[in-house]
């Protein structure tokens, strides 16, 4: 059954010094929100960050454009990347996952709905356990939600416990799309995903095909600026992305060396 070894995973940790992490924060409308998740990240940082991709909505504003280039030119590990496709987060993954020089890559939104603290827990969990990735999970003790839609919780519950069910896992938050992989993995796996079912599709179709995935908590918080443009209906992208990796074999084209180092 689908993610089953992964709670036979033998722990072997690996150093801190092997991990070069390229962190992709999609940005489409924000400005106060990347100021602080920057600044969050690189406070927490302990050696590991290698880049920081900005990967900008070319309809952005103005003031978030130049809030990234302020970035760029003060960091020397940001990096401005404007989205050739448009629109869709399912491309900003994509294109990010394609831009990134690390042996791992965070991908994260600019709008502080993911918890930018949490990177440096996702990335200890790989320390600790030598696993391909990492996914945030909303649902696990310490985590949480906070200013949720009541109707998208109870959804999103049902969702998860179905969907556990499917693949047999312990892994409990399939439709967030804050995580960290293995390039191998961002390199290997055949993306489709254009719009948020890409949140799915990222952790789905790596348990499919037999990578070791972990998780750790995180609380969501709603966006404090900026509006979400992912309407209700657009959820229903999540149940058929995951009915359609369930039901097909997902083939891999792994590299013959470990890129990124």
Known sequence: ???????????????????????????????????????????????????IILLVSPRASEETFAICKQWVAKEPRVRLVIQKNNPGIGWAYREGMEAAQGNFVALMAGDLETEPAAVDRMVQKIVETGCDGVIANRWLPGGGFTNYEPLKYVLNWIFQKIFRVLFWTRLGDFTFGFKILSREIARAVPWEGTLHEVCIETTLKPLKAGYYLEQVPTVWVGRKEGKSINPFFRNFRYVKMGLKIFLTPVRVVKPTSREGA
């Open 1 to 51: 059954m689908h993610g089953l070894n992964q709670t036979t995973k033998a722990k072997k940790e690996i150093p801190l010094s092997e991990i070069n992490l390229s962190i992709v924060v999609t940005v489409y409308s924000e400005t106060f929100s990347i100021n602080e998740t920057l600044d969050i990240l690189l406070k927490n940082d302990r050696k590991y960050i290698k880049e």
